[in-house]
């Protein structure tokens, strides 16, 4: 039976227990296949639009012009702020074209040395390039700050993608996805999120975009101890939208992380990745290997925070 494609098999008479936990492991193994396929998809540079999470709006309609762009070699640019996915958008493009399967080159323009930008990718005139991979291109050339002839070059089909506050039907599905993903690849029995958590995050404006809401699910992930994300694994969501939070305040009885100080004003992050490391440890009663995995950091990354905010890692 496991053999013709089963996931599992209750013998009988079958417990409610033993079925709850039958289907979370088809669950958790369903979104992990679902995750190896488009990985493997976005390796071999074959991924497609249907692999993007979205939920109707103004992200449909912007991969609706995408699909169109993809059916030809027309020049395309895709804009957008920070965080907003126009990289994936750029792999379903590219696996939806006659160049699927073909090498997928990203250029962190970032990370480029300023005075090597125009020279490696461009070779135009020194500062005109600069600070350009997410402002408005257009306005970068009214002010003189990108070529204008390369602007015209580029922006033959442009696609603008929306920031995550102007798309909020997005965030349901795209939170179902993170807490999917990272919860198997975590190993964690999270199924979703509550009602009141999910109304919370559809009330922030998101100004890092989908990037933020995964980064901030996965930390509720890591510190979820149910079944379900509830309103306190958000502290810092609920503290920037002035809402108060058993998580958010000093001496949080829960277990949480203060991030108001004694003056009542917002603690560092340096200070906040020092408790949250402390708070990791006590909690996996000093298995650093497990407190690397549980942070996402590697296990001599960890020494290191360990060792540069004095923390005494030992019980």
């Known amino acids: 039976m496991i053999q013709a494609g089963a996931a599992d098999f209750i013998p009988k008479p079958a417990s409610p227990e033993r079925l709850l936990v039958s289907m979370g492991n088809a669950l958790k193994m369903n979104a992990m296949t679902g995750q190896v396929s488009r990985l493997s998809r976005q390796v071999e540079g074959r991924m497609r639009f249907d692999d993007l999470i979205t939920g109707g709006g103004a992200m449909t309609m912007a991969l609706d012009l995408a699909r169109r762009a993809a059916s030809s070699n027309i020049p395309i640019s895709i804009e957008g702020e920070s965080g907003v996915d126009k990289e994936m958008v750029a792999r379903a493009l590219q696996g939806s074209s006659e160049r699927a399967g073909r090498p997928f080159v990203a250029v962190n323009c970032g990370a480029i040395q300023e005075n090597l930008v125009e020279i490696m990718l461009f070779a135009h005139e020194k500062g005109a390039f600069t600070g350009a991979t997410n402002r408005e291109l257009q306005q970068q050339v009214s002010e003189g700050k990108f070529r204008e002839d390369l602007f015209y070059r580029l922006n033959v089909f442009p696609i603008q993608i929306p920031p995550l506050r102007d798309r909020l039907e997005n965030i349901p599905p795209l939170s179902a996805h993170f807490v999917a993903k990272l ?64 998580m958010a305040h000093n001496g949080g009885a829960n277990g949480g992380l203060p991030v108001l100080n004694a003056a009542g004003d917002i603690r560092t992050l340096d200070a906040m990745e020092a408790d949250m490391i402390r708070l990791a440890i006590d909690k996996y009663e000093g298995h650093m290997t497990k407190v690397g995995r549980r942070l996402g950091i590697s296990r001599s990354t960890l020494y290191c925070k360990v060792s540069e905010f004095g923390i005494d890692a030992g019980r």
């Open 183 to 246: 919860a198997a690849t975590d190993g964690k029995a999270v199924r979703g999120l509550s009602g009141d958590a999910l109304e919370l995050l559809m009330g922030f404006d998101w100004p890092g975009n989908v990037r933020q809401l995964e980064n901030v699910i996965f930390r509720a992930v890591v510190f979820c101890d149910g079944d379900e994300l509830t309103l306190e694994g958000f502290p810092q969501i609920a503290q920037s939208m002035g809402m108060a939070s058993p």
